[in-house]
């Protein structure tokens, strides 16, 4: 098939600047691109609906290049925030880069022949500014830019100059790239497509030369909270900040109405497989979030991970126990035989992001150790509660946290 169809059909597409005249040129091999500022040390949710699409492309035989905005790391996109982007040290985008990179190549094999992966920092650091704004700055309306919905919004609370120029040298990376590597499409988010549409615009004023801009839906679930945003926090890729465990229960306890939608964005299963694991309803439907999970899960971290991750989840379903994959913190025996407060424990294990929070949730009946409820929010844990020298904690129905003494 055309991957434009492909695409298409699997509900990646939100806009596009030419439909015919980018599914004409999908029937050829081509290179695009999507770009990740490298604005913390791991990817999430978000960018895996991304690094998807990327691959449908990969697998129809077009070369994708990954840029990791070392350069506009730098300036900080604007897009969908309220204040200024706080400045990052070029340690730290080096950092976060690293990281990115390793974690891209779970999903887009890099190499001769295969995608490839680009720091813009290597062309956007070496320009010299007044050339730069003779050449390229005069191709910018500063009143079509201020138009954009990103610039818009920030204008009511300060927009600086700094993030005025992120579009210009986003739009410079795609004449850039279409200069050196012969690339013909960029890949983004739908809160992208104005600054995407400027490089498309840039070429055909520099090159004359018809290049094409595609987005993403931007995704919420079906009871409109934002893709994988959850009460603990973003659901990330690192399985230091997100464990596999965690990241499983995630996708396994989505609502009904996203599961078919979820199944065909970040799986790789045929649409007819898909169309007849979802045409149950209510709790005939969990084996289609058994699979969505196991699927999502395998992607990020692995099979090993994946089917580790759904051995635990069955365990505690069926209150057969607790398997190694749900993720543990250590506290030492001398601490819990004084005593610990149970609000300390949940937020140590990140069940709860404050002690204020644990204080709310076990006032709400929402806080369990050993499938006992907390009662009290001044309850003290102590060595008389392990169960096989642990405890397990979990907050509402579904997150769990084991505590293990050393």
Same mark, same amino acid.
């Given at each position: 098939? /055309? ?33 990740? *500022? ?9 960018? @895996?609906?991304? $690094? ?50 390793? #974690? ?9 022949? #295969? ?5 813009? &920092? ?12 003779? *050449? ?6 500063? /009143? ?5 919905? $990103? ?37 983004? =988010?739908?809160?992208?497509?104005? /600054? ?63 599961? &078919?939608?979820? @199944? ?18 209510? &709790? ?15 992607? &990020?971290? =692995? ?30 025996? =001398? ?27 076990? #006032? ?43």
């Amino acid at each position: 098939m /055309n991957a434009w169809d492909v695409l298409k059909e699997r509900g990646f597409v939100e806009q596009v600047s030419d439909e015919e005249g980018l599914r004409a040129a999908l029937e050829r091999p081509l290179t695009f691109y999507i770009g990740y *500022d490298p604005t913390a040390t791991s990817l999430h949710t978000g960018h @895996l609906l991304t $690094a998807m699409a990327v691959t449908h492309l990969q697998r129809a035989g077009h070369r994708p290049i990954i840029i990791i905005g070392g350069g506009t790391g730098m300036i900080g996109d604007p897009t969908g925030r309220t204040e200024m982007r706080q400045m990052l040290t070029p340690e730290k985008i080096d950092e976060n880069l690293q990281a990115i990179k390793v #974690q891209m190549s779970r999903f887009v094999p890099f190499g001769e022949g #295969q995608a490839l992966a680009l720091n813009n &920092a290597d062309w956007l650091m070496k320009l010299r500014y007044i050339p730069f704004l003779r *050449d390229i700055g005069q191709h910018f309306s500063v /009143n079509r830019m201020l138009a954009a919905e $990103a610039y818009r919004q920030r204008l009511e609370r300060g927009l600086s100059f700094i993030e005025l120029n992120y579009q210009i040298l986003q739009a410079y990376d795609y004449l850039h790239l279409y200069r050196d590597y012969g690339c013909t499409l960029q890949l983004g =988010g739908n809160d992208q497509w104005g /600054n995407i549409l400027a490089g498309v615009d840039l070429i055909r004023r520099v090159e004359g030369a018809e290049v094409y801009a595609m987005t993403f839906p931007l995704l919420t679930t079906a009871s409109g909270a934002k893709m994988g945003k959850t009460a603990a926090g973003t659901v990330w890729i690192d399985a230091d900040l997100t464990p596999p465990f965690d990241y499983y229960q995630y996708w396994i306890n989505v609502e009904d109405a996203d599961v &078919a939608r979820f @199944l065909r964005l970040y799986t790789f299963m045929a649409l007819e497989e898909i169309d007849d694991l979802t045409r149950f309803e209510g &709790a005939e439907l969990r084996p289609a979030k058994e699979v969505l999970a196991y699927e999502a899960t395998k992607v &990020a971290h =692995g099979q090993q991970a994946a089917d580790k991750a759904r051995e635990a989840s069955r365990a505690l379903f069926a209150g057969d126990g607790v398997a190694d994959a749900v993720p543990a913190i250590e506290v030492e025996q =001398g601490e819990l035989a004084a005593g610990m407060a149970a609000v300390d424990l949940f937020e140590r294990t990140g069940l709860c992001r404050s002690k204020s929070e644990a204080r709310r949730l076990i #006032q709400q009946g929402g806080a369990y150790i050993n499938d006992l409820p907390v009662d009290d929010v001044d309850q003290k844990v102590t060595s008389s509660d392990l169960q096989d020298g642990a405890l397990l904690l979990r907050a509402g129905k579904k997150r769990y946290h084991r505590v293990v003494v050393v």
